[in-house]
């Protein structure tokens, strides 16, 4: 009983290190993501008002 409750803590701190990572990885390419757009409609801006 004492080792599936130490196995299962240890998957679960594995899970929270593993979510963390991949929340950070998701905020970064959001951020990317959000310049691109604003590159992008910069261009279309300057394409359409020039």
Do not use: V
């Not at 679960?12 to 757009?37: C, M």
């Amino acid at each position: 009983m004492k080792l599936a409750k130490e196995q299962n803590d240890a998957e679960d701190a594995e899970n929270a290190r593993h979510r963390k990572k991949i929340n950070a990885i998701n905020a970064q390419y959001q951020g990317q993501l959000a310049a691109l757009r604003a590159q992008h409609a910069n261009g279309r801006d300057e394409c359409y008002f020039s």
